[in-house]
């Protein structure tokens, strides 16, 4: 069956510095979800991405979709106390409506 | 307007009780999903829902774990006869329409089995 995978598992970072999260399919994906976790809270949609090559901004946060469709990042410019939490990468097949997350990458933000 | 809604939030069950799940979805929504949250990993997708109809039930881990949405509206999970690997978090998401739409989370239900 389909598998993400997302890396790395966590990252530590100062306040002000930059963070990517990479996510790859073992399939190609029609298209992909990225969600943003709080601790102790539940996943909460960032994105959609539905075609190759796609990137999209939303300030600091910018959304990469792999020429294949097999691959995406999240990047994070200057990083805040409040991006604080985990980033799941989440991707849809062609056969249907379900998708398959990855394992999140947990982001730490010092101040 | 109200999101998605959860009950209970915590549930604490022994080793071979029954217990049920809901999902109050946002109104309106077609589409519910129900994933499996291990601690420290991503949501793991169990079943979804189109209105009323069960499309997909592949994620289901065993016979023990049953869901239904018989109104299309309200949805409950029931697992028989839990064991301590049922322990998670269970939650629910709803979308507006068919196909691939963002999905809105419900705050989840912490299931722990003893």
């Known amino acids: 069956g389909q598998q993400v995978m997302q890396i790395p598992q966590y990252q530590h970072v100062q306040e002000g510095e930059d963070f990517t999260t990479y996510c790859n399919s073992s399939t190609t994906l029609s298209n992909i979800q990225w969600y943003k976790q709080r601790p102790g809270g539940h996943p909460v949609f960032l994105i959609q991405l539905v075609k190759s090559g796609e990137v999209k901004k939303q300030k600091r946060l910018t959304f990469q979709f792999g020429e294949a469709k097999k691959n995406s990042s999240l990047h994070i410019t200057a990083t805040q106390t409040t991006d604080v939490g985990t980033y799941f990468c989440?991707?849809?097949?062609?056969?249907?409506?379900?998708?398959?997350f990855g394992g999140g990458t947990r982001l730490m933000v010092k101040p | 307007g109200a999101g998605v809604s959860q009950s209970p939030r915590y549930k604490v069950a022994k080793r071979g009780q029954d217990v049920a799940l809901r999902c109050d979805p946002i109104s309106g929504h077609v589409s519910l999903f129900w994933y499996q949250q291990a601690l420290g990993q991503g949501p793991e997708f169990l079943t979804y829902f189109q209105n009323e109809a069960q499309l997909d039930k592949s994620g289901l881990p065993s016979d023990r774990f049953f869901a239904e949405r018989p109104e299309g509206s309200v949805s409950t999970l029931k697992i028989q006869r839990t064991q301590q690997e049922d322990s998670a978090v269970y939650l629910c998401?709803?979308?507006?329409?068919?196909?691939?739409?963002?999905?809105?989370f419900g705050p989840g239900t912490r299931l722990t089995v003893l």
């Open positions: 998401a709803s979308s507006f329409w068919t196909g691939v739409y963002e999905q809105f």
């Open positions: 989440a991707g849809t097949d062609h056969a249907g409506n379900m998708l398959t």
